[in-house]
C-alpha cells in the first residue's frame, strides 16, 4: 500500500507540473495576441497625448474646488474636515479612529470619467502627503451612512461623488492629496488641502 502512495503522489505531482507548464504555453500566446491587439491603441494615444502638454497633471498642483485632469480622469476634492467618529448602520454603529490622539480627516471628492470606457476607482488610489514627509494610506469603511469609495465602476461621461477617509494625528498641516489612475499609480496628479 505504501509504494502505491508513492506513485500516485509523485503521479499527482508530476500531473500538477505538466498542467503548470501548459499553463504557462497558453498564457504567453494570449499574451502575444492581447499586446499585438494594443500596440495600434497606444501609439495613437501617445500622438495625442504629444499634441496637449506632456504628463498634464503629473507636477501640477490645484486647490480645493478645483478640477485636477489626470489622463482620463477628473479630479475635484469638494471639502474636508475633521471627524471623531463616522457613524454607520443609521447611527446604531460608530468608526473611531484606533491610535490614541488621532482623529479620521474625511476628504470628499469628485471623480469624473472623461474617457471612452468605464474606470474602477477605489480608495486605494488616493494618498495623504504631509509636509514633513510622512504619507498616510486611507482608512477602510465598509458599511457607513456616508458614501465611501469602495470599488466602484465609473462610465464615461459620469461622475461619482464620495468620501476618502484618512486617520491621521490631530491639527496635521500642510497636506496634498496625491490621486492616481489606476491600482499601479502611473498616472498622478496633486491637490493641497491646506
Do not use: H
Not at 28 to 57: Q, R
Not at 86 to 105: Q, R, T
Amino acid at each position: 500500500m505504501k509504494k502505491f502512495l508513492k506513485i500516485g503522489c509523485g503521479g499527482f505531482i508530476a500531473l500538477f507540473i505538466l498542467l503548470i507548464i501548459i499553463g504557462m504555453f497558453v498564457g504567453d500566446d494570449n499574451k502575444e495576441t492581447t499586446d499585438k491587439e494594443k500596440e495600434p491603441v497606444t501609439a495613437s494615444t501617445n500622438t495625442d497625448s504629444k499634441n496637449d502638454k506632456p504628463d498634464a497633471g503629473k507636477d501640477k498642483k490645484v486647490s480645493i474646488g478645483e478640477e485636477l485632469s489626470v489622463g482620463k480622469v477628473i479630479f475635484k476634492v469638494n471639502s474636508i474636515n475633521e471627524v471623531n467618529e463616522i457613524s454607520a448602520a443609521n447611527g446604531y454603529m460608530k468608526y473611531k479612529p484606533d491610535a490614541e490622539g488621532a482623529v479620521f480627516l474625511n476628504v470628499n471628492v469628485t471623480v469624473k470619467n472623461s474617457g471612452t470606457e468605464m474606470i474602477q476607482t477605489d480608495s486605494s488610489f488616493f494618498k495623504l502627503k504631509a509636509a514633513n514627509g510622512a504619507s498616510y494610506s486611507p482608512s477602510t469603511i465598509i458599511v457607513a451612512d456616508d458614501k465611501y469609495f469602495t470599488f466602484e465602476g465609473i462610465n464615461p461621461g459620469l461622475a461619482l461623488t464620495g468620501n476618502v477617509l484618512f486617520e491621521v494625528p490631530t491639527g496635521l498641516t500642510g497636506l496634498d492629496l496625491q490621486v492616481q489612475t489606476g491600482f499601479w499609480g502611473t498616472e498622478t496628479g496633486i491637490i493641497k488641502l491646506n
